[in-house]
């Protein structure tokens, strides 16, 4: 029984998530959305048709924002908002947390300040209690891509952490669904080749950052960054998804 999940370009992948998902045992399916849109929305790849041997969805981050004309985005809203009503686990990461939000009630729009680069993020005290927070540091510095933000979480979801300049930053709708506005799965490599993407180019150029003043966030902050991520990625896979999941 797969984990489907949903990707929206070369770029945002899984990260480190996924090969700790996999030696945790679970099994995933990979959407290409954006080849698949690419190809005229034909044959395989698109939002699954149902949620038959489903065990939970992750919907990664992209350049679209919510509420773009591209052939995934109303299919993959309805499909989110039909996978949190079913209670299967739910993440949303970057625009992913964003569509998870607005799909769900939230109110999603351009960001007061985009975030890009490494910044500070503060759990809040409902955070400090989830289970799926445990052994995160209050205060960590995470790595950002974002043009868009929730402005508005989900009626009856709890913000578990924020920044300075976006306040949604993590939040939990029911038991089982979380959106992360932060990229916390990404490698060392992830982040190079954030580094090489037009979008996180544009909005580097639009904050003043180099690409040298990103290199050395990267340097400075890297080590806690990925161990914090990976416990964080290992929470997921420990207490998200049940125990027997592994074994179907």
Same mark, same amino acid.
């Given at each position: ?21 996999r030696d ?13 849109a ?23 981050g ?28 739910v993440v ?10 607005a ?14 680069g ?10 400090q ?5 445990? &052994? ?13 933000e ?13 920044s300075?300049?976006?306040k ?6 029911g038991?089982?669904?979380? &959106? ?10 992830d982040?190079?080749?954030?580094a090489?993407?037009a ?12 690409? &040298? ?7 400075s902050?890297f ?11 290992e ?10 999941a592994?074994?179907?």
């Open positions: 029984m797969p984990i489907i999940v949903l990707q929206h370009s070369p770029t945002d992948t899984l990260g480190r998530l996924g090969p700790i998902l945790l045992g679970f099994k995933l399916e990979i959407r290409r959305l954006d080849l698949w690419a190809a005229g929305g034909k044959g395989p790849g698109g939002v699954p048709p149902d949620f038959d041997d489903v065990d939970g969805v992750i919907s990664l992209g350049p679209a924002n919510v509420g773009d004309a591209v052939a995934w985005m109303q299919p993959e809203l309805d499909y989110l908002r039909e996978a949190h009503r079913r209670q299967l686990a949303g990461i970057c625009l992913g947390h964003q569509m998870v939000a799909a769900l009630g939230g109110e999603v729009g351009p960001a007061t300040k985009p975030e890009v490494f910044g500070r993020v503060s759990t809040g005290v409902p955070g209690t989830d289970t799926i927070l445990s &052994g995160i540091a209050w205060a960590t510095w995470q790595f950002q891509v974002h043009a868009q929730v402005k508005k979480a989900p009626p009856d979801a709890t913000v578990l952490q924020s300075a300049d976006c949604v930053q993590c939040f939990r709708a038991l089982r669904t979380y &959106g992360f506005q932060y990229h916390f799965e990404c490698t060392k490599a982040i190079e080749e954030f090489r993407d979008f996180t180019q544009k909005l580097m150029q639009q904050n003043g950052l180099t690409a &040298g003043e990103l290199r050395a966030q990267t340097d902050f080590d806690d960054y990925e161990r914090l991520g990976t416990r964080l990625c929470n997921l896979g420990t207490y998200l998804w049940p125990i027997l592994k074994l179907k």
